[in-house]
């Protein structure tokens, strides 16, 4: 007797072999995302000390001259001042300048 | 939401609410109501695009970050899409995508910032896994942006602090957690940061319209521009520097933006 739903008489045979292709992709997926993981830990053996980064840090925050400093290396530039000298363009700029 | 600046001045390309890009040319001719034209749209996101940033000196390309939970590197010429970071592969983010920064000494690096709490980054060359994942914040990462050198990068979260890491060895170097308010109101969040030219400063801006000037290396508040004269009168939505690393530009939600700049006696050493 044939039920509703039913197509022909390999539907069920169908729907086995498409959930066994979506298991197997999804177990090459987790095998990938494992040796990715792997990788990652293998990596983070052979990481420097944070010590390393934090002194390079400190070289690199004291090797550039900084307009917003009021202490800083390197050259200064009268650039640097242009936001105090007012617009430009008095007939166009309409900002304010405190 | 986001909008930027292509490297030679001549386009900007916007994005929204729209799960869309659109580019617009400088130098085309505005019409009557002096609104410019698009020149063209880029589409393929499913969700709003929160964040984009043109490859430094590359007017073709594109990065794009999402609420569709993806970055993707666009064709501007071409409209079309070159990669796509996260989604379908593992490693990608599992949340909105809310900021994104490019390295601008090593331009195939790109970090994402999401309400998965992580920063993510990613070579441009490899779309099928991030390079890096980093944890630490309790909350969205609304903004994440390289340091001045490329080497570490500066986050701000709705958990109420930034975060300084290294981007290679994935290592969080510093929080900048504010103190709680006295009157146990809830922490205020960050929406944005941006560093200053030497990287010693770190400028957050948070939603109580507080904009703090950090010292990266003591993690200490140098300045609340919040509490200054003439400070903005709602939600800190944007910061950046000037070119020259001489100014600050913040945008708020009360409709105005401001520029700051260093006014007292400098020592040169």
């Known amino acids: 007797m044939q039920v509703p739903g039913d197509v022909g008489g390999g539907g069920g045979e169908a729907g086995d072999m498409r959930g066994r292709h979506r298991i197997q992709a999804e177990l090459k997926k987790l095998e990938q995302e494992a040796r990715f993981l792997e990788e990652e830990l293998e990596e983070l053996n052979k990481m420097d000390k944070v010590s390393t980064a934090l002194q390079e840090f400190v070289v690199t925050i004291e090797s550039k001259a900084d307009p917003l400093l009021p202490v800083t290396t390197g050259a200064a530039y009268q650039s640097w001042d242009r936001w105090f000298e007012g617009p430009q363009d008095l007939r166009r700029c309409k900002c304010w300048f405190l | ?269």
Request: glycine content about 10%; hydrophobic content about 35%; aromatic content about 8%.
């Open chain 2, 1 to 269: 939401m986001t909008c930027a600046f292509a490297p030679n001045g001549q386009s900007v390309a916007c994005g929204g609410l729209d799960s869309a890009c659109s580019i617009f040319n400088l130098s085309s001719q505005a019409d009557r109501d002096g609104n410019m034209p698009v020149s063209r749209v880029l589409t393929g996101h499913k969700g709003y695009v929160s964040s984009c940033q043109y490859v430094p000196d590359q007017e073709t390309r594109l990065i794009t970050g999402s609420g569709d939970q993806t970055c993707v590197l666009w064709d501007v010429t071409t409209g079309q899409r070159i990669s796509i970071f996260g989604g379908e592969f593992p490693s990608g983010h599992t949340a909105d995508v809310l900021s994104l920064s490019i390295n601008s000494l090593n331009t195939n690096m790109f970090i994402s910032g999401s309400c998965d709490t992580t920063v993510r980054l990613w070579d441009l060359r490899i779309a099928s896994r991030a390079v890096r994942t980093y944890h630490g914040h309790e909350g969205d990462i609304n903004s994440v942006k390289f340091f001045p050198d490329g080497q570490r990068f500066g986050t701000g979260s709705d958990d109420g602090t930034c975060r300084l890491f290294d981007m290679r060895t994935g290592h969080q170097l510093q929080v900048y957690n504010r103190e709680p308010d006295r009157n146990d109101n809830e922490l205020p969040i960050v929406t944005s940061v941006a560093f200053s030219i030497s990287g010693r400063l770190l400028f957050a801006g948070y939603s109580n319209g507080d904009c703090y000037v950090w010292d990266t290396l003591l993690a200490e508040v140098v300045l609340n521009l919040g509490t200054l004269q003439n400070s903005h009168e709602g939600r800190i939505s944007c910061l950046g520097l000037s070119s020259d690393g001489s100014a600050l530009c913040t945008g708020s939600w009360d409709k105005n933006l401001k520029i700051w700049a260093f006014s007292g006696h400098r020592k040169i050493v």
